[in-house]
């Protein structure tokens, strides 16, 4: 009897080839995957006492317990202003920091390779400050006057937005760069009349000197950005999100836990207890995710850029404010 016939019989060969081109495109689809998990073996990122989410961060701990297991050594840095947190980017030292909006977005116009991918706050940091005894009582009176500000931060871009609504520019002031705690001491020293300040310092002065904040602008103030070194975020997405969360768990945290929050303030900023409490109620930490309302801030604190000449020349600024923010990892964790 023959044997039943089963087809016809296939070579080795030819059954070897689709299944190296199944691996092939097995491996395509999974690369994602694996860029996913590629890990660097540290990450520089910056803590600065006027954000607060930043130090309850570093004060628990948690960045490091998220990274634990992998080996990945975690780096702090100091920012003083948020100029040196661009600094940090600018050169490369610094893959994360954190920056008011309006400094992230001159950065960005000036090809600073930066991006803003979380809110840590919505801060009413800076304000227009004078002596307790100073005769100055708007903005403008500060006409010709001397004025302590910090360039290419919050401060020093409120400075100027307030110049115009006295139908003031640069040009009619005297402006002294000084990092802000020397513009704090510069002020109450008399060395200058005014001073743009920056939370915690400028809460310092007015409750511990009586300093007075003769402009208050809180739509003046740009948001609380923690941007990324764009080649960091292109090189470890995943790693994006994985220090997005432990910011989000200090974040909700500090929500939950005013009172311990400014201990931790106090404590990590070397400021009094009370000081701590006056800078984090100017604080709103309740919208992380960048999006529109973001964009309008920058888009409104664009247009002293331009008439100001901040940016260098040739800059972009409009397609900076298109670039500078981006939701999607915030959005990932954040679930909005």
Not at 31 to 53: G, H, S
Not at 73 to 94: C, D, M, P, Q
Not at 254 to 273: C, D, F, M, R, Y
């Amino acid at each position: 009897m023959m044997a039943p016939a089963f087809g016809k019989v296939v070579p080795a060969r030819r059954l070897v080839l689709p299944a190296v081109a199944l691996a092939m495109i097995l491996s395509m689809v999974t690369l994602p995957v694996r860029a996913q998990r590629k890990l660097p073996a540290e990450i520089r990122i910056d803590f600065a006492t006027y954000n607060p989410v930043s130090l309850v961060l570093k004060r628990k701990g948690w960045l490091e317990e998220e990274f634990k297991s992998d080996g990945v050594r975690i780096t702090w840095l100091f920012s003083a202003g948020s100029n040196k947190a661009v600094e940090y980017i600018s050169t490369g030292a610094g893959d994360f920091t954190s920056s008011a909006g309006a400094a992230a977005l001159l950065a960005r116009a000036n090809k600073v390779p930066l991006t803003c991918v979380y809110i840590y706050s919505r801060p009413e940091w800076t304000a227009l400050v004078v002596r307790k005894d100073s005769p100055i009582t708007t903005v403008a009176d500060l006409r010709g006057k001397k004025i302590a500000a910090t360039k290419g931060t919050d401060p020093y871009i409120f400075l100027l937005r307030a110049l115009h609504t006295a139908g003031l520019t640069k040009s009619d002031v005297q402006i002294f760069n000084l990092q802000h705690p020397d513009g704090r001491l510069a002020l109450e020293r008399g060395d200058v009349d005014a001073w743009a300040g920056l939370d915690p310092h400028m809460a310092a002065t007015e409750l511990e000197e009586g300093s007075r904040l003769i402009y208050r602008n809180p739509a003046f103030n740009t948001y609380g950005f923690l941007n990324v070194r764009d080649g960091f975020a292109r090189q470890y997405p995943g790693t994006v999100e994985r220090v997005l969360r432990a910011y989000e768990r200090a974040r909700l945290w500090a929500l939950a836990n005013p009172g311990e929050t400014a201990q931790i303030v106090a404590t990590q900023a070397k400021i009094s207890l009370d000081v701590a409490r006056l800078e984090l109620r100017r604080n709103d930490f309740r919208n992380p995710v960048p999006g529109a309302e973001h964009l309008a801030a920058l888009t409104a604190a664009s247009e002293i850029l331009v008439a100001e000449q901040l940016a260098a020349p040739g800059a972009d600024v409009p397609a900076a404010v298109r670039q500078v923010v981006d939701g999607h990892f915030a959005r990932a964790v954040v679930g909005k």
